[in-house]
């Protein structure tokens, strides 16, 4: 059993930054990929980017490449995702999650575990 509890999100101007961070429980936590997803209102839940176990690997959806970067701290248990040049169009509840795998997981129905999610809005 693996608890994700998000943290970090916040209302910022566009161009601003935000950095989300998702603390796990488990003495397992570098077994598992990690992701982070979002939801905006009236649409589905959408990947955005995951790392592996390891840390060695990572893989974003093309919207926030060069401006989103997801790492994690196995001594930690903690995954991060630093958020720059943030736009409007990235407001939602973002979510982490953990997939039992040791690669990267960019499919939603690879991950086994969730957070309760954290809002993120990017004013114009």
């Known amino acids: 059993q693996v608890q994700l509890v998000e943290s970090g999100g916040g209302l910022v101007q566009a161009g601003g930054s935000l950095r989300l961070s998702c603390a796990a429980s488990g003495r397992t936590f570098s077994s598992y990929a990690m992701g982070w997803f979002r939801q905006a209102p009236g649409k589905e839940r959408e990947f955005v980017a995951t790392?592996?176990?390891?840390?060695?690997?990572?893989y974003y959806t093309d919207s926030v490449k060069g401006r989103f970067t997801i790492s994690r701290d196995n001594a930690k248990n903690t995954v991060n995702l630093q958020m720059n040049s943030l736009k409007p169009e990235d407001t939602a509840v973002y979510y982490c999650?953990?997939?039992?795998?040791?690669?990267?997981?960019?499919?939603?129905?690879?991950?086994?575990?969730w957070g309760q999610g954290t809002q993120v809005t990017v004013s114009s």
């Open positions: 999650a953990a997939a039992n795998t040791y690669y990267t997981a960019s499919a939603f129905s690879m991950y086994d575990y």
């Open positions: 790392i592996s176990g390891s840390g060695a690997r990572t």
